[in-house]
């Protein structure tokens, strides 16, 4: 009975999270792209669009630092 227990770093689950924060912020600011709300001013920035994808790219690298992390690490 020789089993090994993997610890899941908390960092995978903020990154997972990360993830999927950023696709659904970068989803909204893609449908109000073409629609912006009026009376917004600097709409044309697309914020949401912006963090949904730095969001996205954190959480993938998040993911990848532990998986070269744990590979290291082994």
Known sequence: MTEKH???????????L???YGVLILGSGLA?????????ELANLHAPV???ALLI???VMS???IRLVGVAGQ
Not at 6 to 16: A, E, K, L
Not at 32 to 40: E, I, K
């Open 6 to 16: 993997h610890i899941i770093p908390v960092w995978f689950f903020v990154g997972v």
């Open 18 to 20: 990360f993830v999927i």
């Open 32 to 40: 109000h792209w073409s629609h912006p709300a009026p009376g917004v």
């Open 50 to 52: 912006w963090w949904g």
């Open 57 to 59: 790219v954190l959480g």
């Open 63 to 65: 993911y990848a630092l």
